[in-house]
């Protein structure tokens, strides 16, 4: 199957740390991605991770990536009331193509 | 910075009307995807080439839909005829071979009436 699971909200409070968690079922995927979507605009490429590493860090963002769960998490640090969005998770298949969870819509409260 | 492009943002028309949205790739990248959003199906796939050559449309209704991609700087999405259910939002996005990055546009959206 080409499922991608993720949990569909997330609330957390400003300056906290945001944890988003995806599972996939494609064990061959070359690539995970994360994604950014905001209200009426399009979808900003947050970070990826190629398949052999497990963390990738990039200034406040960490990607874990367990390959033996078939599990991707993006713990955003620091979180702030700009990172409010819905938030995409996806895995690449044969041929770069990519298999989008439903999102996760992460509201950041004061 | 290097983006995506895509024409029009926003285009609101009618029943039967056709329908044509475009995209220019990241200069270098040579697949590009055509996504289509939606509140009740999320993100699809319709369609994608690459070096300009189709590898599958199997995701877009071949009787009304067609993309082709002209040239390397542009592909084309066309709708004809556009009907209330092509409503949503349309994205192009553009990848490099062993990069891992993959880009996308700012959607086209669409509206049907």
């Known amino acids: 199957g080409e499922d991608v699971e993720q949990s569909l909200f997330l609330s957390v409070r400003e300056g906290d740390s945001s944890v988003i968690n995806c599972t996939y079922t494609?064990?061959?995927?070359?690539?995970l991605y994360w994604y950014k979507q905001e209200p009426g605009a399009g979808l900003q490429l947050l970070t990826y991770?190629?398949?052999?590493?497990d963390m990738k860090q990039d200034q406040r963002l960490t990607v874990l990536l367990n390959k033996k769960d078939k599990h991707l998490s993006l713990r955003i640090a620091d979180t702030q009331t700009g990172d409010s969005a819905i938030y995409f998770c996806?895995?690449?298949?044969?041929?770069?193509?990519?298999?989008f969870g439903a999102g996760t819509t992460v509201t950041v409260r004061a | 910075d290097a983006r995506v492009t895509q024409t029009p943002r926003h285009k609101v028309t009618e029943m039967g009307q056709e329908v044509t949205m475009r995209c220019q790739p990241i200069?270098?990248?040579?697949?590009v995807f055509w996504y289509r959003q939606t509140m009740m199906q999320g993100l699809e796939l319709l369609a994608y080439f690459r070096n300009r050559a189709p590898l599958d449309d199997s995701g877009m209704p071949k009787d009304r839909f067609s993309a082709e991609m002209p040239d390397a700087t542009l592909a084309t999405l066309k709708i004809q005829p556009s009907e209330p259910r092509d409503s949503a939002v349309y994205f192009c996005a553009s990848f490099k071979a062993n990069t891992g990055e993959l880009f996308f546009g700012e959607g086209s959206r669409l509206t049907v009436l």
């Open positions: 996806a895995e690449s298949l044969n041929d770069y193509k990519l298999s």
């Open positions: 200069l270098g990248h040579n697949t």
């Open positions: 494609d064990s061959s995927s070359t690539y």
């Open positions: 991770i190629f398949s052999n590493m």
